[in-house]
């Protein structure tokens, strides 16, 4: 089993739409989650962090975190097709070390 | 600027010459990792550095050397390259432990071809 684990899509929605990217980990002790964005071409940036249970809402970018289930999630609203990227969910190693742990990333298409 | 800066951006070479990739941040950064993508398996973490002289094994070390004698540089060294190298490579920096909220900010990458 990865240790983080994404559906790579790709994941088409319409553009006003809201999108949804989903990811899971197996490190029940994980204590940091990311999101990051990467456009075609372009390197990875952080969109979002989350480290509590619970929703964390930034712009139109909300952050989901369930510890007890060893999921997280990422919802786009009124997506836009500047929007359309991959987004990549990473899981913070243990310690303050230099390890994050992404997933394999998830194409997000939204279309005008 | 800030920035973290990698070179070369492209490198075509053959089996077995060995090679280095350079990565240099002006942020005074003291986290800083390399990382290989590839498709359908994400990016994956080859070695980090906490800070001068400290380095450690990511995910998938085998074939690579690292060395961090200064904080601002930490090259990424293939000794012997075979084609399974073949890959874009992202080096990445981080004043705080990129667990942290500011997370890496990463160069523009190194597409590197094996024959």
């Known amino acids: 089993q990865k240790e983080v684990e994404q559906n790579s899509g790709p994941l088409s929605v319409p553009e006003g739409a809201i999108a949804s990217l989903n990811c899971t980990y197996s490190?029940?002790?994980?204590?940091?989650f990311f999101w990051y964005r990467q456009y075609s071409g372009k390197s990875p940036e952080l969109i979002m962090s989350i480290y509590s249970n619970g929703d964390k809402e930034d712009g139109r970018f909300t952050a989901q975190l369930n510890k007890a289930s060893q999921y997280v999630s990422l919802l786009i609203r009124d997506s836009q097709p500047s929007d359309s990227a991959t987004y990549l969910c990473?899981?913070?190693?243990?310690?303050?070390?230099?390890?994050?742990?992404f997933g394999q990333g998830t194409t997000l298409q939204v279309k005008p | 600027e800030a920035q973290v800066t990698q070179n070369p951006r492209y490198l075509i070479t053959v089996t077995g010459k060995k090679l280095t990739v350079t990565c240099s941040q002006n942020?005074?950064?003291?986290?800083m990792s390399w990382y290989r993508q590839d498709p359908g398996l994400g990016l994956r973490q080859i070695y980090y550095s906490m800070n001068v002289e400290a380095t450690d094994k990511g995910d998938v070390p085998e074939g690579y050397k690292v060395s961090r004698k200064e904080k601002r540089n930490f090259p990424l060294i293939l000794e012997s390259p075979s084609p399974n190298q073949t890959s874009l490579y992202f080096c990445a920096s981080s004043l705080y432990p990129p667990q942290g909220a500011y997370g890496y900010t990463f160069g523009s990458g190194t597409r590197l071809t094996v024959v």
């Open positions: 490190d029940r002790v994980s204590q940091s």
């Open positions: 990473a899981v913070g190693g243990p310690g303050n070390t230099g390890k994050l742990i």
């Open positions: 942020m005074n950064h003291e986290y």
